[in-house]
């Protein structure tokens, strides 16, 4: 229903004069700095002045309009406004967040990516079912929790930013910490170094890593900085912070550029393909910006604990490149590669392969 609806708003597109548009946070002062780049109209949707005020000390990252709005709700109310300017959206977490998913299933303006992806990103059983499915490897699941015998991280569902996990050791742990009014998800705690993977799959474009149809390129990586988890051992070790009633968290405060053992690179693509491969026959396939969270443990192996499927916000550090894109052209950021894509595909009359 929802792609007949776009696929008809498409048409009325003048594919000469797209604006490209977001919400303001998260990403956006990069999408704008990389659809400015590749000579698209920009629209920054904001709530609050506040938020608005800073964009001015960033000109090339700033829109070339705001669109002010009480909250996020009202877009709904402005589409046709913004189909006049024949805008098309790029999500990123935080839109899709503010937005509510259910509404921005029902979005009636063409947005970057495949929308059916986030029934299956949100879910944590079809989640596990595509990965586990594509032959990935994830960290197993405690059904459970008097099975706890080994270190286990607890994810309350819905939970944004690691906000309330916790690890726990033994069951006893477990159950002076859980809050058992939430669902939750018992996994275990990888040890090893954590790599976040941030992909770009072209449907369209074969010059990059070939898959059975399109293209996959890896675009950089980062590692997130988490607090109070990654600076924890500045006050105690976690032992001794636990018996006084202190645990760490894993909220996400910024990125931490990083790369990789470059003899690890075969296996990152293998994933990457294995990912895309397995979303073309469950759902049609992930377009575009795609990310893996994943854990590298001493045996050199990957477990991905996750998968986000649209530009995360480790790509922020690489508005100019990264030490990966550098190598496919300068100056490619991910914002940037969105805007080649939809460039591309406007060029091509293909906008339909890669909005939804
Ligand atoms: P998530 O919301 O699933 O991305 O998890 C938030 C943070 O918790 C991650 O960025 C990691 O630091 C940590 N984490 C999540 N799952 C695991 C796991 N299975 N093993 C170790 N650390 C994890």
Known sequence: MIRKTIHDILASYDK???TIATVCSHSSLQIFHGAKQEGFRTLGIVVGEQRRRFYDAFPLGKPDEFLMVENYKEILTLTKELQDQNTIVIPHGSFVEYLGPDMFMTLQLPTFGNRDVLMWESDRDKERIWLEGAGLTMPYEVKNPKDIHNPV????????GGKGFFIAKTYAEFKKRIQSDKPYTIQEFVMGTRYYLHYFYSPIQQNAYKLSKGSLQMLSMDRRD???IDEVQRLGSIAELEEI???PTFVVTGNIPIVMRESLLPKVFQMGEQVVEK???LFGGIIGSFCL???VTENLEFKVFEISARIVAGTNPYITGSPY????MPNLSTGRRIAQEIHYASQHDQLE????
Request: glycine share 6%.
């Open 16 to 18: 000469n004069d797209l």
């Open 153 to 160: 991280i607890v994810k309350y569902h819905g939970a944004k």
């Open 226 to 228: 988490e607090t109070t």
């Open 245 to 247: 009633g202190i645990h």
């Open 279 to 281: 979303s073309l026959s």
């Open 293 to 295: 969270e994943t854990v």
């Open 325 to 328: 894109s550098d190598f496919i």
């Open 353 to 356: 392969e890669i909005l939804s």
